[in-house]
């Protein structure tokens, strides 16, 4: 078996190279062949067709040859299917929530965050769901996918086999900010992961609001360093002035406490100028509001950011 950053690539990659090589073999033998007949029967050297006599032995062989690809084929893709469907029983669970536009994983600890982390060399399941619309949870480098979909829970499970950072993608077509619907996997040992798991990671700055601003998927589709993506950054927001449209007007506010909180109660009362009217409701306490109110304040609003306008917790 071809060897990979996981278990089910290597799976998938030795099938694929298998069928590969049937199929240029097939190629090579069929293309000869062709080549064979028109030079054999080519109308300078058998001007007259003449009828062929039947060949039964020809006949099975051309029958039996098929079969038995098709059938070898079928096995490797049947037994590599039947292991990547079926996890062990000790594999870890995390759970996997799609939203536009972000991915949020949870573990059994009730740690949640927005990059995905997993010990090497034992087995995780992840168990996925949708809180919108379908999406598509795909690593690349791990050659595996499968649909998260509102309202039910499917699965994939793997087994890291080298450390290493990888790339998460949504794969189907999910709405405005699909594109930017993206994660990473962290492969890490086995013992740096136990000592992430086992104690109280705090965000950057100790800050539990940006920790719920990542664990909720905002994050996603806004930032905390001034860049534009699907909505507008979070950065320089408190006590700026904000450009919105109220009830099909538009009107000039200032960004202050009240704001922040409405803007995630009811994201689209004031819809933020240059920006789709796109932000689903924010599933929040009133303590993590509080959270995340404050560290968007700790944001501040310096010279330069105070010029611009859509500035706007749209999340």
Not at 182 to 205: C, H, N, S, V
Not at 232 to 254: C, H, M
Not at 287 to 309: K, M, P, S, W
Request: aromatic residues 10%; charged residues 25%.
């Amino acid at each position: 078996m071809i060897l990979g950053p996981s278990n089910v690539g290597g799976k998938i990659e030795t099938s694929f190279l298998i069928i590969t090589a049937a199929c240029v073999v097939l190629l090579i033998a069929v293309t000869a062949t062709m080549l064979a007949f028109i030079w054999r029967y080519r109308r300078a050297r058998s001007p007259v067709a003449e009828d062929v006599e039947e060949k039964l032995g020809l006949e099975i062989v051309l029958t039996v040859l098929p079969t038995v690809l098709v059938l070898g084929m079928f096995y490797f893709g049947w037994v590599d299917f039947d292991y990547i469907r079926n996890p062990p029983k000790d594999a870890m669970p995390i759970d996997v929530i799609a939203r536009q536009w972000s991915w949020s994983f949870k573990y059994q600890n009730g740690r949640q965050t927005d990059t995905l982390r997993v010990p090497v060399g034992e087995p995780v399941k992840l168990i996925m769901t949708s809180e919108d619309v379908t999406h598509s949870f795909f690593i690349p480098a791990y050659r595996i996918k499968e649909d998260c979909v509102p309202g039910l829970k499917t699965h994939l499970w793997f087994n890291a086999d080298q450390t290493g950072t990888f790339d998460i993608f949504c794969t189907e077509y999910c709405g405005l900010g699909h594109s930017h619907m993206r994660a990473k996997l962290i492969a890490m040992p086995a013992a740096d992961f136990q000592k992430w798991y086992g104690t109280k990671e705090e965000a950057e700055g100790g800050s539990k609001g940006l920790e719920l601003l990542q664990a909720k998927g905002c994050l996603g589709c806004h930032t905390t360093d001034g860049a534009r993506k699907v909505g507008p950054t979070f950065r320089g927001l408190y006590g700026g002035k904000v450009t919105v449209t109220t009830n099909a007007k538009e009107r000039t506010i200032t960004a202050d406490e009240a704001y922040l909180e409405r803007s995630v109660r009811d994201p689209g009362a004031d819809v933020v100028k240059g920006f789709p009217n796109i932000m689903p409701k924010l599933p929040v306490s009133d303590e993590e509001l509080r959270e995340i109110v404050g560290y968007l304040e700790t944001l501040g609003q310096d010279d330069d950011h105070a010029r611009r306008n859509g500035h706007a917790a749209h999340d």
